[in-house]
C-alpha cells in the first residue's frame, strides 16, 4: 500500500472528509486526529492540483489532512468514496 492510499484509508477511518471546512477557493481546514488544532491545507502556487498541509507530516508524501480534502472533494464532485479491500473506490453516488 502506498502512502497516498494509507493517509486516505485513515481519513475514511476517521470520517475526516465529512469534517473538512472549506474557507476560500483553494483553503481548508482540517482537524488533527492527534490533538486539539485544526491544519490548514490549500494549493501549492507552483502546482495547484498539489495540496499543502501545515502539519508536521507536510515533508511526507501523503499526510491524512491532504487526503481528506482529496476526498471532500471527490464527494462534492458527486462521487460517493468508499473503502474496499485493496484500495478506495469512487463511484457515482447514483450508480449505487
Known sequence: MT?????ITRAL???????????????YLVPS???????AVSHSPAAPAHLVCSCEAKQHPACVHRASVYLAKLEASGLRVKPSTFAVTATKKDAA
Open 3 to 7: 502512502p497516498q492510499q494509507k493517509a
Open 13 to 27: 477511518a476517521a470520517g475526516l472528509h465529512r469534517r473538512v471546512v472549506r474557507v476560500r477557493y483553494g483553503v
Open 33 to 39: 486526529t492527534t490533538r486539539d488544532v485544526v491544519h
